[in-house]
């Protein structure tokens, strides 16, 4: 399993083995030797590899991603300096950053991608089953022809009103975000984050001065806050909603002033008849 995995991720991230040994600060040989299974890596050079990939060290143990045909691999790894050495820092979790995220996806029957709608009573085991197909083959699908054929979509369910005009209970179509650094202040956009969970804001970006989003809810209800880059799972720019309620359309002082002149001039003419 190991050894499949280190292939695989090696190849999607389009390193050679040397490439790879120097990241990891081991042996181009030890780099061959557990890919062909004849040695294993210890606990330390799994977790390097884990952090590498920009997975879980259980996925990197329990997960062949080699049999997961219905998943993409999104990113690559951090960039190495002048050197050829690798940042000592952290890997950022954004794909501007550049680390490698499995994106789940499930496909008809002609091989086009479904679009699949997370209910708001899925909402809680999405946060566990984003990256898993199994767990995406449970979840209802459609398809939308309108739609790009560019780009993988997926179908929230929202809740509450921080909104409005748009209901609660209204599904939001996303189109999947590969680079964050590419959204614009102000884009509304489906965010999954192990800190809020699944919510439906404006995001303004803060990811160079300060690698964060901040949240902006169109009801001035609700005040904006921030989310920490590091708690972010998955962003989808919303490209369509779904509703059974229509949106009332707001009304202006001048607007208001004129039905009411309206009614009493309709009265006037109701009196003299």
């Known amino acids: ?59 990197l143990v329990t997960t062949d991603f080699s049999k997961k045909k219905n998943a993409k691999i999104i990113g690559s790894v951090p960039a190495a300096d002048a050197s050829g050495a ?59 022809p309108m739609l790009s054929n560019t780009g993988t979509y997926r179908a929230f369910e929202i809740a509450g009103d921080s909104m409005l005009p748009i209901a609660s209970g209204t599904v939001i179509v996303g189109r999947y975000v590969e680079d964050w650094s590419t959204i614009k202040d102000g884009t509304p956009c489906i965010v999954v984050s192990k800190r809020e969970g699944i919510v439906f804001k404006r995001l303004f970006n803060k990811l160079r001065s300060g690698a964060m989003f901040v949240l902006h809810s169109d009801n001035p209800n609700f005040s904006p806050y921030d989310l920490n880059v590091d708690d972010v799972l998955e962003i989808w720019e919303a490209k369509s909603y779904i509703s059974s309620t229509f949106p009332i359309a707001e009304l202006s002082l001048e607007r208001v002033a004129s039905l009411v002149l309206d009614l009493q001039q309709q009265v006037a003419l109701l009196k003299k008849a």
């Open 1 to 59: 399993m190991i050894n499949t995995n280190l292939k695989f991720c090696r190849r999607e991230l389009a390193l050679t083995q040397a490439q790879m040994a120097d990241k990891l600060g081991i042996k181009r040989s030890l780099v061959g030797a557990y890919e062909e299974g004849r040695a294993e890596p210890r606990l330390a050079t799994l977790v390097n590899m884990a952090r590498l990939f920009g997975i879980t060290l259980d996925q």
């Open 86 to 144: 690798e940042d000592d820092t952290d890997p950022p979790t954004s794909p501007a950053g550049g680390k490698l995220r499995i994106l789940a996806l499930t496909v008809d029957k002609d091989q086009n991608e479904n679009i699949e709608w997370v209910p708001q009573k899925a909402a809680a085991g999405y946060l566990n089953g984003y990256a898993d197909p199994e767990y995406l083959e449970v979840l209802p699908k459609f398809r939308l």
